[in-house]
């Protein structure tokens, strides 16, 4: 059961990451928004940014180690097909 319950919470599709991100995305920039009002001037649209670049850092670190494990499982059955 606790097996079960552990698979919901790994992504396993680029649609399943690019909904993760696009939630990060949301909320990173409301927050960003609230800084510009917290403190206005250039303070607040750096904070702004800095919120939208940790969300592209972000994403593409989920997006490569998508990547990453596609390549090792499929390393993985190649190898276990030529033994």
């Known amino acids: 059961m606790l097996t079960r319950v552990k698979r919901l919470f790994v992504i396993k599709t680029r649609f399943e ?11 990173a920039m409301t927050r960003g928004a609230h ?15 800095a919120t939208a670049g940790a969300v ?8 490569d180690a998508l990547r990453y494990e596609r390549e ?8 276990a097909g030529t033994d």
Do not use: C, M, N, R
Not at 19 to 25: G, V
């Open 56 to 63: 592209f850092l972000g994403g593409a670190k989920i997006l």
């Open 72 to 79: 090792a499982q499929a390393a993985e059955l190649q190898d």
């Open 35 to 49: 800084y510009t009002v917290e403190y206005p001037g250039i303070g607040g649209y750096l904070l702004f940014a």
């Open 17 to 27: 990451a690019y909904l993760i991100i696009f939630a990060l995305a949301l909320g």
